[in-house]
């Protein structure tokens, strides 16, 4: 299995070892040349990942903010919000 998912294992590894944003960009540019297209296979399996979690913070956010908003905190809510969430 580990042969198998080498690819994914190496490159996930290092991403989540790299120190700082350029590191991480060196790395992700290293997977969109990998010659196999594994590299580009993970890193838009990443994007898409991150997406869905974007969304499900963001539709966390809004509920948060609607709810506020039903108990009577009126605009203040968002601004409460943005500080705790």
């Keep these: 299995m580990l042969l198998k998912n080498r690819a994914k294992v190496l490159y996930c590894t290092r991403l989540g070892q790299a120190?700082?944003?350029?590191?991480?960009?060196?790395i992700e540019a290293e997977m969109a040349a990998?010659?196999?297209?594994?590299?580009?296979h993970i890193l838009e399996a990443l994007s898409q990942v991150r997406t869905f979690?974007?969304?499900?913070?963001?539709?966390?956010?809004?509920?948060?903010?609607?709810?506020?908003?039903d108990?009577?905190?009126?605009?203040?809510a968002l601004m409460?919000?943005?500080?705790?969430c």
């Design 19 to 26: 120190q700082g944003t350029e590191a991480k960009q060196a």
């Design 34 to 40: 990998d010659e196999t297209g594994e590299g580009l």
């Design 71 to 76: 108990q009577g905190d009126g605009p203040t």
């Design 53 to 69: 979690l974007l969304r499900g913070l963001l539709a966390q956010v809004s509920w948060r903010v609607l709810r506020m908003a």
């Design 80 to 84: 409460r919000c943005s500080a705790r």
